[in-house]
């Protein structure tokens, strides 16, 4: 072998090494600061500028008041109302007649019926208030704390922060000479919520706390160095429903704790810790399923107690990391100077400025936080707030809405690598097919199950309170295809024997839902709405109910596949597979009007509002995959077209959509300008519809008023632009923004069982390194090349910017 080979066989080694080593330290370091801390340089004026804090099931937002010290307290069970029974008797009956005026396009005469004969039974959420047997999520209290001593001294070095890589909340100031720390968690380990409180002298810690909330609560002594607060939530009738039950205890360090009626007074401690435990006596389809909230939250503060502060906290960060610490996103900064300014600075500046890339994988990560701090298996799924609230009657009753929010708090787990979180909203779906059952078999004489609209912890599946939007049926359709995609993402054949019958109970349903239409033969569902949007007919009337929708067929072209292919891999239902194939093969295409767009229902209406913030007849672009550049060039194409004629403004939920819509036709240019808007800062907290989205100063999503799903919406977006797989093929950097230059990830997660790590210099990929879970065959695509790899189970292959295996023998000439 000559000397030139060997040398050159060394700077291949050199190079595959140079690649492992980057890729490992982005799997193993510690991300900066500017990703990963939230930071403000003054007290929290509202709920929108407090720091949140939850371990799925409890919440917590901490304002970092120097003298006044407001902390918002949450159980995810808090809901008033209770189950009952919404569907109306007998409306079937009607459905015939409805499907006839339909079928003769006499829409505004169809809707009337639905209105007056389809909608719920009762008032529903009585307009997203709540006040109703519908019920409404609540805030569980405050914990208020007022400071003794020194208040009329200046206050300085004041900093509040919190921190995404261990979930802590952090605030210090200084008064005088003396300097004052706050930290505060919500530990998942030992379900409890922890505030430490210290200075740097003694004797300093002085306070009195008081717990409330708006209504039904009773505060008293606990006789154990704290404090009870319980209460009785209104059930929608008139009488008692939800018990729940709240308690602090100190854990103090020097001075005296004392309690006077419902004030507890701690006075001239050297440190003081605070333990609060809270529950409630839900028994429904999640939850602790405890009866007695007094008892389980007594033995929550009794067996926190006996552990140190240090141990709480240790045990709480390692709980946490173990989901945090999967993902590791770093995108360098625009400048230096970004990342070091107070977040609602930042925010601005990003505005004014043109965008800060940095900003971007900070909103990524908050995503993530925030859908562990409010999902954890066995609790409630992730509601329009999380598990955040500060009122009785929250927006929209902080429900689970299934026309686009529920499900689009979780597009971030599995391709942030957080799968596990999924399983509340699997405990959910599961919990509606009984419900379901009986609508749709009172409404439609329909096998299987459905959910319309909204739903709740009491089981509500009846369509909503009015035609307009309460009326569609493909809810249940959507959050079956959460079922697939988590199957399709772990190949958990064990998880898809338990899926496999709910997917095909909400298949049953939409088979018999089918009707031909006259003009082409296509098989659509009637009625049908496309989700909150209406249209307005050649006679000049507008209607909302139609003959079809595209969404609808999109949808149901994905279950039905979805149903196949499940009852394929498990080896069951033959005829059905056969049934699904036919009646999937009959259904109304996906079409492109004349002005080159895609058709939101079957014929080209006129469109009262051209800018609405749905963009439903896109859903086989995202969330589904029946359009794509590659595949579907002309689809593709007329999607774009519509998202352009849609318009770049939108609420905070909808610019999310459109982004994550962008960044599956590979443009991320457009989708880092949506993002950007989407990061625009926002301080109105009144309900709107006039394209008023952003963030609020805490970087919670600003719909406005908060809705969560926008946060989770757009972490799933920056995914997409890093990363897609829902063709079979894993696609590096395929939506990279020109402002993306150079950044690093680790962790993130591709269908068929892949991890995916990737560097990139100069907006090129420089290295990728895939791990497989389960030995299925790889498909990679970067540039426009695809390779075909097959890596064993358990085993990593390192790519270089090339995709060339860095590890493989290369042949070098002489």
Wanted: hydrophobic content about 35%; proline content about 5%; overall charge negative.
């Amino acid at each position: 072998m000559t000397f030139l080979r060997i040398a050159r066989i060394k700077l291949v080694l050199i190079a595959s090494a140079q690649i492992i080593m980057t890729l490992a330290h982005a799997d193993e370091a510690e991300t900066s600061p500017s990703e990963t801390t939230i930071w403000f340089n003054a007290p929290a004026k509202d709920f929108t500028e407090s720091s949140p804090l939850g371990n799925g099931r409890l919440g917590a937002m901490m304002f970092g008041g120097v003298n006044e010290e407001r902390i918002v307290l949450n159980e995810s069970s808090v809901w008033s109302g209770s189950r009952q029974n919404a569907d109306r008797p007998g409306a079937s009956k009607v459905l015939p007649e409805i499907r006839r005026l339909l079928l003769e396009g006499k829409n505004v005469e169809a809707e009337a019926l639905v209105n007056a004969n389809f909608t719920c039974q009762g008032p529903g959420s009585n307009g997203g208030s709540g006040d109703s047997q519908y019920g409404c999520y609540q805030v569980l209290g405050n914990l208020h704390l007022s400071f003794a001593g020194g208040t009329n001294m200046p206050i300085g070095n004041y900093r509040r922060e919190l921190n995404l890589n261990d979930a802590v909340a952090h605030m210090e100031f200084s008064r005088g000479d003396v300097s004052f720390t706050r930290e505060m968690f919500v530990s998942a380990p030992d379900q409890v919520i922890v505030l430490h409180l210290s200075a740097d002298r003694s004797k300093e810690i002085s306070f009195d706390a008081r717990l409330d909330r708006p209504e039904r609560f009773d505060t008293t002594d606990d006789g154990q160095n704290g404090l009870l607060m319980t209460g009785q939530l209104n059930d929608g009738l008139g009488g008692k429903g939800v018990r729940y039950a709240a308690r602090i205890r100190v854990l103090n360090r020097g001075g005296e704790v004392s309690v006077h009626g419902n004030v507890l007074s701690v006075s001239k401690a050297d440190e003081v810790v605070l333990l609060i435990a809270a529950g409630t006596d839900y028994q429904g389809f999640a939850g602790r399923q405890t009866k007695d909230p007094l008892a389980a939250t007594l033995q929550d503060l009794n067996r926190a107690t006996k552990k140190s502060y240090e141990t709480l906290r240790k045990a709480h960060v390692a709980d946490y990391r173990d989901y945090f610490k999967r993902v590791s996103l770093y995108i360098k900064p625009a400048d230096s100077v970004a990342g070091t300014k107070p977040t609602p600075e930042r925010i601005l500046s990003a505005k004014t400025g043109g965008g800060d890339p940095g900003l971007a994988a900070l909103y990524f990560n908050f995503g993530r936080y925030l859908l562990i701090s409010s999902s954890r298996p066995g609790g409630f799924p992730a509601n329009l707030q999380g598990i955040w609230a500060e009122e009785i009657h929250t927006p929209w009753t902080g429900d689970w809405h299934l026309d686009v929010n529920v499900q689009m708090n979780y597009w971030p787990a599995e391709v942030g690598n957080l799968s596990e979180l999924h399983q509340p909203l699997f405990a959910l779906i599961d919990s509606l097919q009984e419900p379901g059952a009986k609508t749709a078999h009172e409404y439609y004489a329909a096998r299987g199950w459905v959910a319309h609209v909204i739903t709740n912890p009491w089981g509500f599946t009846s369509p909503g309170e009015s035609a307009s939007w309460g009326a569609t049926t493909g809810g249940s359709a959507w959050l079956c295809q959460h079922l697939y995609d988590h199957y399709r993402f772990t190949r958990d054949r064990k998880f898809l024997q338990w899926a496999y019958p709910i997917m095909k109970g909400s298949a049953q349903f939409y088979l018999d839902m089918l009707i031909e239409e006259p003009k082409h033969h296509w098989l659509v569902v009637a009625p049908a709405n496309s989700p909150e949007n209406h249209f307005r007919m050649a006679d000049g009337k507008e209607a909302a109910i139609s003959l079809g929708t595209t969404v609808h067929s999109q949808m149901l072209r994905y279950l039905f596949g979805a149903c196949i292919e499940s009852a394929k891999t498990l080896g069951v239902d033959q005829e059905f597979q056969k049934e699904l194939t036919e009646k999937r093969d009959r259904l109304s295409p996906t079409m492109i009007g004349s002005d080159g767009r895609i058709m939101e229902w079957l014929e080209e209406y006129a469109e009262p509002e051209p800018h609405h913030r749905h963009v439903s007849q896109l859903w086989g672009l995202y969330p589904g995959d029946e359009i794509s550049s590659a595949g579907t060039p002309e689809l593709a194409q007329a999607a774009r077209k519509s998202l352009e004629a849609r318009g770049d403004d939108g609420l905070g939920w909808s610019y999310a959509y459109k982004a994550v819509l962008w960044a599956r036709l590979g443009d991320g240019n457009h989708a880092w300008l949506i993002l950007r808007r989407a990061l625009h800062p926002v301080e109105t907290h009144e309900i709107r519809y006039d394209n008023g989205g952003g963030v609020y100063p805490n970087l919670f999503d600003a719909c406005p008023p908060f809705q969560i799903d926008g946060n989770f919406g757009s972490a799933a977006a920056v995914a997409e632009m890093l990363v897609q797989s829902q063709n079979d093929v894993i696609q590096l950097l395929p939506a990279l923004p020109d402002d993306w230059k150079e950044g690093s990830v680790s962790g993130l997660r591709a269908r068929g069982g892949f991890e995916v790590g990737m560097t990139w210099t100069d907006g090129r990929l420089t290295s990728a390194s895939i791990l497989s879970k389960t030995g299925e065959p790889c498909r990679i695509n970067y540039g426009g090349r695809t390779i075909e790899v097959k890596i064993k189970k358990g085993k990593r292959i390192m790519l270089d910017g090339q995709l060339v295996d860095s590890a493989a023998p290369k042949s070098v000439p002489d």
